[in-house]
């Protein structure tokens, strides 16, 4: 596939009712056709989308009435790898002060995952977002799990959560 290739709406379906473990072995043999295809890295932010609405609920249901804590990252901290399948940024909050933090690594299936290919499609996807783009990384509980969301500050419906499964959400 090229860059102008049409690509189908349900390119990650026939992976997403598979396992986790088959669905992170199926984009590592994928990875050359996603990343030289813009239209795919797209379809993989939208994966990770969630609504407005659903990221205050996940900030409401774990913060209450107290002010959110957050850690910001410009969208350049992400952008220095190769786009690949086989390292993620896997994300980890420090319990008592709340700070977030990130490592590239391989996927971790009990962790906070967001893959480099999926930071790279941010800018494809959304208008405006540059390296200079700051991105909110903020503790929720998305159906009473403990989840880290993030947003893209000043960019409109750019709200994010990770997920458990590699492609995003099944």
């Not at 969630?50 to 205050?56: D, L, R």
């Not at 962790?111 to 996807?125: A, Q, T």
């Amino acid at each position: 596939m090229s860059e102008t290739t049409p690509i189908p709406e349900d390119y990650f379906e026939p992976i997403k009712l598979q396992s986790p473990q088959n669905q992170l072995a199926w984009l590592i043999t994928k990875t050359e056709e996603i990343c030289n295809n813009n239209e795919l890295l797209k379809s993989l932010v939208k994966n990770h989308m969630i609504t407005k609405a659903e990221y205050n609920n996940a900030l409401s249901s774990y913060w209450g009435t107290n002010v959110p804590k957050s850690t910001t990252f410009p969208l350049s901290t992400f952008l220095g790898e190769n786009c690949t399948f086989a390292k993620y940024y896997v994300f980890s909050v420090n319990g008592s002060t709340h700070a977030i933090t990130n490592t590239l690594a391989p996927f971790n299936f009990n962790g906070h995952n967001y893959s480099i290919c999926f930071f790279k499609g941010l800018p494809l996807k959304f208008a405006g977002v540059s390296v200079n783009s700051s991105l909110k990384f903020t503790e929720g509980r998305i159906n009473g799990k403990n989840v880290i969301v993030f947003c893209i500050e000043g960019i409109t419906d750019a709200y994010f959560d990770f997920t458990n499964n590699p492609p995003g959400k099944p």
